[in-house]
């Protein structure tokens, strides 16, 4: 059975950091593109960064510069380093991880690009 469980979500002021990560179990996805997206309330489901099977990180236009995805295949985790928080990053951080092998370096953004997701990070940024 494949998981993926958040963990590093919390409460910080605005200006702070946070590093959240995706463990990852049942399968191996070094040959995989993962990504993380966030829901606030009310708010449709967003696209927030990525990283293709190769290690290359991709990132939506809202949060370049401030958030840094990155994966560690040994320990098949996914990583994202957020910076100078703003309190409309207040959201659930969910992570995503697409079932097929891929060697094309695709930037995948869309929710119905990914197989399977972690529950969720609650992520709240006060002013």
């Known amino acids: 059975q494949v998981q993926l469980v958040e963990s590093g979500g919390g409460l910080v002021q605005a200006g702070g950091s946070l590093r959240l990560s995706c463990a990852a179990s049942?399968?191996?996805?070094?040959?995989?593109?993962m990504c993380w997206f966030r829901q606030a309330p009310g708010k449709e489901r967003e696209f927030v960064g990525g990283?293709?099977?190769?290690?290359?990180?991709y990132y939506a236009d809202s949060e370049k510069g401030e958030f840094t995805t990155s994966r560690d295949d040994a320990k098949n985790t996914l990583y994202m380093q957020m910076r100078s928080l703003k309190p409309e990053s207040t959201a659930v951080y969910c992570c995503?991880?697409?079932?097929?092998?891929?060697?094309?370096?695709?930037?995948?953004?869309?929710?119905?690009?990914?197989?399977?997701w972690g529950q969720g990070a609650q992520v709240t940024v006060s002013s």
């Open positions: 049942g399968r191996t996805f070094s040959r995989s593109a």
């Open positions: 995503a991880a697409r079932r097929g092998i891929d060697y094309t370096g695709t930037a995948y953004v869309n929710i119905n690009d990914y197989d399977y």
């Open positions: 990283v293709t099977w190769s290690g290359r990180p």
